[in-house]
Every structure is written in C-alpha cells, then in structure tokens.
C-alpha cells in the first residue's frame, strides 16, 4: 500500500506555539501515512487535538492550533507550504517528520 506525506502547521494561537520533542511536535509535523485518517489519528496520538477552541483551549479569535488534512493534502514526498527547501537536523528544529516506519526526524524549514 502506498504511501503520502501529511503536512500540519501550528498555529501559534494565544501568541505562542507548542513544542515537544519527544512527541515529535513543532511549527511543522509531517506524518506518513495510507490515508489522511490515518494521519489524523497518528496527529492525535503524539499529542495534535483539532478541537481547541471548542474545548476552550485555544483563542477564539486566533483559531485552533491545528486542522485535520484531507486526503488531497497528501504528497508524495514531505513538503512545507508546497516546499521541499528544508534540511535534516537534530539541534535547531522546527519541524519533525514522522515516517510511517516509526522512524521521526527533525528538520529545519528556512
């Protein structure tokens, strides 16, 4: 079964954004998977929630943190905004990809 690349970028509502390295969760989390749902739910299991501002967690007027993708955000590579211009990096990250094989690399989106 083949496989797309899911991009989810963080709204930094309330002024601010979330990380968490070892979840794997920055400004940009790629996660690989067979179908956007998969995704989402993987989004969910590191610890991404698309109901912040209806569970009161996020600011009503900067919107939720983060949106569910659909299956035609998959790409067949990861991408940023359409962009593949990002490196592979282990100290100065702002985005992590997460593989379908488990795997979770940090990248750095210029």
Not at 20 to 32: M, Q, R
Not at 72 to 83: C, S
Request: hydrophobic share 30%; aromatic share 14%.
């Amino acid at each position: 079964m083949s496989t797309k690349f899911y991009t989810y970028s963080q709204n930094n509502t309330g002024g601010s954004l979330e990380l968490d390295s070892t979840n794997g969760i920055s400004h940009y989390v790629i996660i690989e998977a067979v179908s956007a749902d998969l995704a989402n739910a993987v989004a969910e299991n590191i610890g991404i929630y698309f109901d912040g501002c209806a569970n009161g967690v996020d600011c009503d007027c900067c919107g939720d943190r983060w949106y569910e993708v659909d299956e035609l955000d998959g790409k067949d590579q990861p991408t940023i905004y359409g962009d593949t211009d990002f490196v592979f990096e282990s100290e100065n990250v702002n985005g992590y990809i997460h593989y379908a094989d488990g795997r979770v690399q940090g990248i750095f989106y210029k």
